[in-house]
C-alpha cells in the first residue's frame, strides 16, 4: 500500500501532531487537507465509536466566510433552501446547486454574527463558485477562508466529555444548533453535529495555535470515558446513510436525486441559482433515479469507483460507497437507481471490481 | 507513515493498474485523483529521470472542455494573456485570476477543434469560476470535464520513444506545440509538454479504455531505453523552478507575484478578470514580493508548510518547497521574499520545523 506525501497543498491541520502521535493508519486528502480515515481498522475503529467518544479531526470542513451587508442575500442565492429560519445559534444543511441544478457541495451554514455567515464545506472548491456569483451580482460581501478548523466530538459519551470541559450547558445545545463557549482565552462556536449517527459536537476552533491545547483538554478529561482519536468511520456512515459529496453525488445529480427534497423549498426556487431547473424537474413528476440503501451479499472488495447495478441484464444505477458492517452481518452500500427499481426489497446485482453480487434495495438505512 | 484510503472521491485514473503494478511507493492527491509522488526514492527517481525516459500518470491534470460558439470569448475572459496566438497546434501556458488578480490555476489551453478548448488544470476545482464566469456573461458554451487523461513521457529519450510508438513525425513536434497522432483505432492529441525540464511530451488520452493499452505499448517499446514508471519528481521541479500551484502560489498571489509577468498582456486588461488589478500592480510599480530560487544550507526535513524567511530578524517572506539536491550539492528551494531581499546572492535566514537555516537568494534556478 502506497503512503501519502504531505506538502504545503495537501495541507496538515491544528490537529496533525496529535493524529499522528495517536498512530493515525490511513488518510484521504479532503479540501486540499489531511483527512484521518483510520486509527486501527475500520471494524474496530466502527465499534469504539458506537461505545465510547472519539476526537476527530476534521479540520478539512473548511469555512468560507462571508461577511457584510449583502451576506445572507448571498447565501440564500446559493442554495433552493429556504434560509429565513437561519438565525444565530442555528445550523443549517444547504445543499448549494449551479444552474442546472446539479450539487456543487453540501455544506452546513451557520449564522456567526449579524452580517457574518460560515459554509462549512464538503470537498469542492466552493469559494470559487461562491465569489464569482457574489460578483455577477454585484454584492457587497467579503468571501474568504477563515482560521477555523472544525474538531469533532462524537460518540454515545460526547456529551460528558463536552461537559467537563466546555459545563453543563453544552447537555442544553439542541440537535443542528450553536452556542458560544470559552476556552482559555477565547470562545469557540460549539455546535450538536457531526458526520456520524453516534450523537456529538463539532466545535468550531478560531485560531489554529488552539488547536493542540483544546486536543490535549479533551484526551486529560475523557481517560475515564475511554476517549481516542477517530475519524469519519466508513462504515457507520454507510449504516446510517450519511452521503460523501464526490462519492454518492456529485455536479451531476440535483438535490432530489440524492433525496434532499426535504431541503428544496418551493417558494424558494424563483431566488437560487438552479431553482428553474428544479421547478421543471419538480413538475415533471420528480427524480427519475434517487439514492437508496443496498444490502450486497458476499465477499467485496474497496469500493473504489463506481459499481454498476443491473436488474435482468439491464442498467438501472451504480453503487458508489459500498463496505463490510460486522453488526448487520451484510455489506451495506449507498447507491443511485433508477425509478424503476428503487422500491423497498427489489432484487439487483451489483458489479464489483471482483464479479457480479446478489443485492437488494432498501427503503432505509441500518442507523 | 500513513497509507491512502482510496475512494470514488479520490479517484483512480485509466493508468493505476500500471502504476501499481510497477510498485508506486507514495501518492498524493490532486484535483480529487490520485497522483503518484513516488516510486522508489526522490534520489533515484531524479537520477533515472535525467539520464532515460519516464511514462508518467498525470491523468490528474484534468481538462475543463469549453466548447461552443462564445468558447474563446470565455477562455479570455478568464486570462490576462493575450490570446490571439492561440490556434489549432499550439500549447499556452494561461494564469486564470479572479478579479483581485489572485491565482485560481494555472492552466495549460489548447485549442482542440473551431470552436472547442481544453484548459489542463493545476489543483483547484477551476471548472466551478469557469461555470460562472460563463453564466454571468450569458456566454453560450458548454462547459464540461471530458473523458481525457493526460500521459505524461519525460526524459532525454523521450523523443525517441515516442517516435517508435507514434512514428518519426513526433519530433517534428515544436514546445508547446501539439499534434494529432494514431493509436490503434482512435487519434490522441500529443504535445511536447510536461512538468519537467528533461524535455518530452503529454499524450492526452481520449478514452479510459486506451490507458492501459497505450501505457503497455510504451513500455513494451521502450525496454532497452530502460523506461520505467516515473512521476513529477520533487526534486527536478525545483531545481527547474516548475512552480505548484496550492505549493508556490494560491490565490494570495497575483501572476506578478509569481514571475509569470510575460504571460499577463498590458492589452488584454481592459477585457479580462482581474485586469484592473493587475494594471494598479503594475501602474504602482510592480509586485512587492515575487518567486525567487534559495539554496538552503544544511540539513531541512520535508516542507509541508509554509517556513518564514528573515533577514535581520525581520520577516521578509516564504519558503514553500524544498529538497535536497544531491547534483546540485544543496537544497534547494522555491519561495516568496520581498523586494528588499530579493536580489542574486542575498543572504537570508529560512525557519524550517527543525529550525533555522542560512539561505541565499537566486536569481536563477539550477536546470
Redesign the interface.
Known amino acids: 500500500?502506497?503512503?501519502?506525501?504531505?506538502?504545503?497543498?495537501?495541507?496538515?491541520t491544528p490537529f496533525t501532531p496529535g493524529v499522528e502521535a495517536a498512530g493515525?493508519?490511513?488518510?484521504?486528502?479532503y479540501n486540499?487537507m489531511l483527512l484521518?480515515?483510520?486509527f486501527t481498522t475500520f471494524e474496530e475503529d466502527c465499534t469504539h465509536l458506537k461505545n465510547h467518544v472519539q476526537v476527530w479531526d476534521v479540520a478539512c470542513e473548511r469555512q468560507v466566510a462571508l461577511e457584510g451587508p449583502d451576506a445572507r442575500r448571498l447565501l440564500q442565492l446559493l442554495t433552493p433552501r429556504d434560509l429565513t429560519k437561519l438565525s444565530l445559534g442555528r445550523c443549517m444543511y444547504v445543499p448549494v446547486v449551479?444552474?442546472n441544478g446539479g450539487m456543487?457541495n453540501d455544506p452546513v451554514a451557520l449564522q456567526i454574527d449579524k452580517d457574518t455567515y460560515w459554509i462549512s464545506i464538503a470537498?469542492?472548491?466552493?469559494i470559487?463558485?461562491v465569489?464569482?456569483?457574489a460578483?455577477?451580482n454585484e454584492l457587497n460581501v467579503k468571501i474568504y477562508e477563515p482560521d477555523v478548523s472544525p474538531l469533532g466530538v462524537q460518540g454515545p459519551k460526547a456529551e460528558d466529555l463536552m461537559a467537563r470541559v466546555f459545563g453543563e450547558a453544552v447537555r442544553d445545545i439542541g440537535f443542528y444548533s450553536c452556542a458560544r463557549f470559552g476556552f482559555e482565552d477565547t470562545v469557540f462556536t460549539v455546535a450538536r453535529s457531526g458526520y456520524s449517527k453516534q450523537g456529538g459536537f463539532e466545535i468550531y476552533v478560531e485560531g489554529h495555535e488552539y488547536g493542540m491545547p483544546l486536543w490535549e483538554t479533551l484526551f486529560d478529561a475523557g481517560e475515564d470515558l475511554q476517549v481516542r482519536a477517530g475519524c469519519p468511520n466508513l462504515i457507520e456512515r454507510i449504516e446510517s446513510g450519511l452521503l460523501?459529496?464526490?462519492?454518492d453525488m456529485t455536479a451531476e445529480n440535483t438535490p432530489l436525486e440524492c433525496g434532499l427534497g426535504r431541503f428544496v423549498s418551493q417558494n424558494q426556487l424563483e431566488h437560487c441559482?438552479g431553482g428553474q431547473a428544479l421547478a421543471e424537474e419538480i413538475a415533471a413528476g420528480g427524480p427519475i433515479q434517487q439514492i437508496r440503501a443496498f444490502a450486497i451479499e458476499g465477499e467485496i472488495p474497496?469500493?473504489?469507483?463506481?459499481w454498476p447495478i443491473y436488474a435482468a441484464g439491464q442498467y438501472v444505477g451504480q453503487v458508489?460507497?459500498a463496505i463490510n458492517s460486522p453488526d448487520f452481518q451484510t455489506n451495506v452500500a449507498i447507491g443511485m437507481v433508477a425509478q424503476s427499481h428503487w422500491n423497498d426489497g427489489t432484487a439487483v446485482e451489483v458489479e464489483t471490481d471482483d464479479g457480479m453480487r446478489p443485492a437488494m434495495v432498501r427503503e432505509k438505512f441500518w442507523n
Not at 3 to 10: D, E, F, L
Not at 123 to 126: E, K, P, V
Not at 244 to 247: A, E, Q, T
Open positions: 500500500m502506497a503512503v501519502i506525501t504531505p506538502s504545503r497543498r495537501v495541507r496538515s493515525v493508519k490511513a488518510y484521504t486528502v486540499h484521518p480515515s483510520r449551479d444552474q456543487l470537498d469542492s472548491d466552493l470559487l463558485w465569489k464569482a456569483v460578483l455577477a460523501s459529496y464526490g462519492n441559482y474497496p469500493c473504489v469507483q463506481a458508489t460507497s
